[in-house]
């Protein structure tokens, strides 16, 4: 006997109706992006539709830009710098709350994700101040730890996540054959969650790259980054290079999305 997909005309008509809501909602979130790719490539200095036509010149203009340069260069630099930081602390975070109980892990777990609930603006301010006692304002070195700080609940995320489902007998295994700590974590540990802390370092790093509101609080004109420079030019003068940087951003997300999705299969295949 051959099975309906639908019981009744009324689940029928609900199915589609939530495809067209679904669909429709779909729509509204992207229509930003497909309205901003077009004008990247206009060939005159006006955001206006329709194009006066089209030409490469603000993909030119954001790559040989001396001050476009030094804003991918630092967007770059404070990116990786903090996302590895991010990462070993996040591991290390992970592996304790996983590994220990105490009293109090849920208040220490709530500390560690707490970068993630409060508003971005009270911790920009707080770290201004805090860094201003420290001399760490305007410098490459308060930007890392600021990042590092945003993204660290990712990596502590995704980590513990995968831990959840680690067999600890395999630690124990390893202990019992006479590895150290440090082994154990190395050689047992690490390969087999290693996809969760992969993912978690590309958030750190999108975090990091994304993030504009601690740079305009703690940066100074030589640690510029590439959404620093997007917004400074559409304060001061909006002009396609924007667009075009904006579509790169666009074109790097996508990249790491599919990354991301690539590694979670490879843990569902691992796990499985």
């Given at each position: 006997m051959q099975l309906q997909p639908y019981a009744t005309p009324g689940q029928k008509l609900w199915h589609f109706t939530f495809l067209a809501i679904a669909g429709a909602g779909l729509l509204f979130l992207i229509l930003p992006i497909l309205?901003?790719?077009?004008?990247?490539?206009?060939?005159?200095?006006?955001?206006?539709y329709p194009l006066s036509g089209l030409s490469l010149q603000w993909y030119q203009e954001v790559f040989q830009s001396e001050v476009w340069a030094r804003a991918i260069k630092n967007s770059m630099?404070?990116?990786?710098?903090?996302?590895?930081?991010?990462?070993?602390?996040?591991?290390?975070?992970?592996?304790?709350?996983?590994?220990?109980?105490?009293?109090?892990?849920?208040?220490?777990?709530?500390?560690l994700v707490s970068p993630m609930i409060v508003p971005i603006v009270i911790s920009a301010l707080g770290?201004?101040?805090?860094?201003?006692?420290?001399?760490?304002?305007?410098?490459?070195?308060?930007?890392?730890?600021?990042?590092?700080?945003?993204?660290?609940?990712?990596?502590?995320i995704t980590v513990t996540a995968t831990l959840q489902g680690f067999d600890k007998n395999l630690m124990r295994a390893a202990a019992s054959l006479g590895a150290n700590p440090v082994k154990v974590f190395f050689s047992v540990v690490l390969p087999l969650i290693l996809p969760g802390v992969v993912s978690g370092a590309l958030f750190a790093f999108a975090t990091s790259f994304d993030e504009v509101v601690v740079v305009l609080f703690s940066a100074?004109?030589?640690?510029?980054?590439?959404?620093?420079?997007?917004?400074?030019?559409?304060?001061e003068?909006?002009?396609?290079?924007?667009?075009?940087?904006?579509?790169?951003?666009?074109?790097?997300?996508?990249?790491?999305l599919s990354v991301l999705e690539f590694l979670r299969r490879r843990s569902e295949k691992l796990n499985g």
């Open positions: 309205v901003i790719i077009p004008l990247s490539f206009n060939s005159t200095s006006f955001l206006s630099l404070i990116g990786v710098a903090s996302a590895l930081l991010a990462t070993i602390l996040g591991t290390l975070a992970s592996m304790g709350l996983t590994q220990v109980e105490f009293r109090g892990k849920g208040a220490v777990n709530a500390l770290l201004y101040f805090f860094f201003a006692e420290l001399g760490l304002n305007a410098t490459y070195t308060g930007l890392i730890l600021a990042h590092t700080a945003l993204g660290a609940p990712f990596v502590v100074g004109p030589e640690q510029r980054t590439l959404p620093r420079q997007m917004f400074d030019g559409i304060r003068n909006i002009t396609p290079a924007i667009m075009a940087a904006a579509t790169l951003l666009i074109i790097f997300a996508l990249v790491l």
